[in-house]
């Protein structure tokens, strides 16, 4: 059974950091592609960052420049690694596994807020 387990959010503020880990399991997760992305109130989903199980790895415009991504497959966890927090980067952090250019298993997501 497939499993994506995202954690490492919560409370910051403005000009902080947060690392966001993604713990997979019931399937070779070092075969598979793998993205982030997140929900801000009023808007759709936004895609931050993908890698493929070739090690490539692409990023979105919101994250170039503030957020890193990662995979350790040893661990089976993806990571996301946030900096320079801004208000506008508060919501609900995903991961999900990447088939044919689509993603088919979701993680449940974990909270972002940034606030003073």
């Known amino acids: 059974q497939v499993q994506l387990v995202e954690s490492g959010g919560g409370l910051v503020q403005p000009g902080g950091s947060l690392r966001l880990s993604c713990v997979s399991s019931g399937f070779t997760f070092s075969g598979y592609a793998l993205g982030w992305f997140r929900q801000v109130p009023g808007k759709g989903f936004e895609w931050l960052y993908g890698t493929r199980n070739d090690g490539r790895t692409f990023y979105g415009e919101t994250a170039r420049g503030r957020f890193t991504g990662s995979r350790d497959n040893g661990k089976n966890t993806l990571y996301l690694q946030l900096n320079d927090l801004k208000p506008e980067d508060t919501g609900t952090y995903y991961c999900?596994?990447?088939?044919?250019?689509?993603?088919?298993?979701w993680g449940q997501g974990t909270r972002v807020t940034v606030s003073s």
């Open positions: 999900a596994r990447e088939v044919d250019t689509s993603y088919d298993f």
